[in-house]
């Protein structure tokens, strides 16, 4: 099949999620239409002006505040913190932590120790055993 026959497009939010970028915050253009793979190639290789500015000052997804903060997209739940933040505002909260900040930072912090502890307790009951490992073949 040729190049230009039926190219595969994704809708702006599939492409939004890709880039890392807030939807809602993106022109009105980028917003409306399909956009295929080549394109968004083109915006990861060749950001515009407003993509640039997103990246450098939001407002930015879920997921990328709560990477900044230190915390779990469920922690910026738990505390209602349900709105897209700017750069401006997520620096204003690490530079004055409130309380909530601290302890999901804090508990962040313990369930990954806890899930590293599992892992190797686990690692070390397999190679108690003769058994062969799990997923050979799969992610490690």
């Known amino acids: 099949m040729s ?3 039926n190219t595969q497009t994704m809708k702006p939010l599939t492409a939004a999620n890709k880039l890392g970028i807030y939807l809602p915050a993106t022109p009105a253009e980028f917003q409306s239409s399909p956009i295929t793979r080549a394109q968004l190639e083109e915006l990861r290789v060749n950001p515009p002006q407003w993509l640039t500015d997103l990246y450098a000052n939001g407002p930015f997804p879920r997921d990328v505040v709560a990477r900044k903060l230190g915390i ?3 922690g910026l739940a738990r ?3 349900n709105d897209a933040l700017t750069t401006d505002e997520i620096t204003a909260l690490l530079a004055d932590p409130p309380e909530w900040l601290v302890r999901e930072r804090d508990n962040l912090v313990a369930v990954r120790k806890e ?3 599992v892992k190797e307790k686990e690692a070390a009951r397999r190679a108690a055993t003769n058994r062969p490992a799990k997923n050979l073949f799969g992610p490690k």
């Open 3 to 5: 190049p230009d026959k």
């Open 115 to 117: 899930a590293e502890r």
């Open 79 to 81: 505390n209602g913190v």
């Open 72 to 74: 779990s997209n469920s």
